[in-house]
């Protein structure tokens, strides 16, 4: 029995000394090396530092806001010197229940305990961000709308997640002594530079629109200063955004509306063209074209009146008989050459749709001729395509084509961008005729209500039918107004819609002079 119980033990000893052999020979192995050392970390992550969106002046759009983490083993000193600083609880609790290494936002970078180390994060500050239909937004730090996605590649090409890691035991506590290591939170991520102004944005976003939307253009390059879409929309809160029914997701800028009488600033150039600007006829209330009857805004005429007076009057009836000397075809190619019909591509996603130009078919009925040449029938286009028009009218006929980004920056200097691009759908003798006109409808109409304070503007209203009404009956109408100024060295056209807000020169107008007066005094040189 003695022998077996010595054969029995010696075989024992030899399987653990075995054993343990194996175990050296698998530590010694550089991969189980590895999985041992993952296996006994924790990793937080405070979020993912990305590239910026940035105004013409490299000011941020994007990543305005820095946000701090507080990272730190739950010690009573450690909670004590957060505390007072946590701007979300949950975190910290979960890391007292557990005894576990935590993250958790403060609102100071400054923390003076040992124990408890910071990191900063580059990020966007709650809510609507100045041109936030223009920027779009992430979900899981990619980019889904706007220039958001359609520089995804560029704004997040590497990953640069800026964490902490915690070497800990088996039960996930950090072992004491050993502090948490902090990733590099550089981003090698590339950034771009819009042709926004932040200032002039916000501006146009304080606007008292409910629905509508308001473009503002640089007259000589076309880069666009401001676009604001209303309703705006909080990318924190897309479900209440998906479900108004007021769409604010929509980018209104971009959408075709009827136009209505700013639309007679091209029948009067296809006047013009035609040599028809000497035309002068009596605005009795309403006329007549092939038995339909067209009625003026004025139910009791304008009496007698020439294209001058027609424009700042907004003579309906003018510009009906007007048609009936103008070449339908000459006329559409006017339209044409101003970009009406033609779609505007901003970047990948942000596209300005081309509307509706009715065809030289179309056109021969006489009562469509006339519908088209006070800017009613079948004819839309977006507030982008008006503005670049205007600014083709400002910029003594050279009508530069819209553009919003100007390159890729380093975050420190300014991209070497590509020339401006220009149409020329008039010359210059021709622009300074539509000046004249837009400079009177403002100046010379006593009862305008875009004049501005402090620069002289010129510009146009309208008041487009939608064939749409209201439960009470009444039909609902689009005001507009565009313009620009200074007039004696355009700098600034502009144009306001205001959806379903009624006149022009109620709804859109008074923004329209509010604008003007606001802009100059943030771009008085």
């Known amino acids: 029995m003695q022998k077996r119980l010595y054969a029995v033990g010696g075989v024992l000893l030899v399987g653990v000394g075995l054993l343990t052999l194996y175990l050296v020979l698998l530590m010694q192995n550089a991969g189980f090396l590895e999985t041992a050392v993952h296996q006994s970390q924790t990793v937080l992550t405070a979020g993912y530092a990305q590239g910026t969106i940035y105004d013409r002046s490299l000011h941020p759009l994007t990543n305005s806001r820095i946000r701090h983490y ?3 083993v739950p010690t009573p000193a450690a909670v004590s010197a957060i505390l007072p600083h946590v701007q979300e609880i949950t975190p910290l609790h979960m890391g007292l229940r557990t005894g576990k290494p935590f993250l958790c936002e403060i609102d100071t970078d400054a923390i003076d305990c040992p124990g408890v180390q910071v990191l900063s994060v580059p990020g966007d500050a709650p809510g609507h961000l100045p041109g936030q239909h223009l920027l779009g937004y992430t979900l899981e730090n990619v ?46 991520n590339g950034s771009i530079v819009t042709t926004l102004d932040a200032d002039i944005q916000r501006l146009c976003e304080a606007q008292p629109l409910d629905k509508g939307a308001i473009v503002v253009m640089d007259v000589q390059t076309g880069d666009i200063l401001a676009m604001a879409s209303f309703p705006a929309y909080d990318p924190d809160r897309l479900g209440e955004a998906l479900s ?3 769409a604010p997701l929509i980018n209104r800028c971009l959408c075709p509306y009827n136009v209505g009488s700013i639309f007679k600033l091209v029948t009067s150039a296809a006047a013009y063209e035609q040599h028809r600007t000497h035309f002068v006829t009596e605005c009795t209330g309403k006329t007549e074209i092939s038995g339909q009857v067209f009625r003026c805004h004025d139910w009791r005429g304008h009496g007698v009146v020439d294209l001058t007076q027609a424009m700042i009057d907004s003579c309906n009836a003018y510009f009906v008989e007007l048609s009936t000397r103008l070449d339908p075809v000459e006329m559409r190619t006017t339209a044409q050459n101003f970009g009406f019909g033609t779609q505007i591509v901003l970047s990948k996603s942000i596209l300005s749709q081309s509307g509706t130009l009715p065809s030289a078919e179309d056109l021969q009925l006489p009562a469509e001729m006339a519908n088209f040449c006070f800017g009613q029938g079948k004819l839309t286009a977006t507030p982008l395509q008006v503005t670049q028009m205007t600014c083709g009218i400002a910029n003594d006929g050279k009508m530069p084509i819209a553009r919003l980004v100007l390159g890729e920056t380093d975050g420190s200097t300014l991209p070497v961008s590509p020339a401006p691009r220009f149409a020329r759908p008039i010359d210059r003798r021709e622009a300074a005729f539509l000046q004249a006109l837009m400079i009177a409808a403002v100046n010379q109409n006593p009862h305008s209500k875009a004049v501005p304070e402090t620069v002289f503007a010129a510009a146009k209203t309208s008041t487009a039918q939608t064939g749409r009404f209201d439960a009470s009956g009444t039909e609902l109408c689009h005001g507009w107004i565009t313009g620009y100024f200074p007039i004696d060295k355009p700098r600034y056209a502009v144009t306001v819609l205001a959806e379903d807000g009624g006149y022009g020169n109620d709804a859109a107008a008074p923004v329209f002079a509010a604008l003007a007066d606001g802009i100059m005094q943030l771009r008085p040189d």
């Open 70 to 72: 507080a990272a730190a």
């Open 143 to 188: 980019g889904v709308t706007g220039l958001q996605n359609d520089f995804d590649a560029l704004l997040r090409r590497t990953p640069a997640p800026v964490q902490i890691t915690y070497t800990v035991d088996a039960r996930g506590h950090a072992l004491n002594g050993i502090p948490g290591v902090v990733s590099d939170a550089q981003s090698p």
């Open 244 to 246: 108004d029914e007021n």
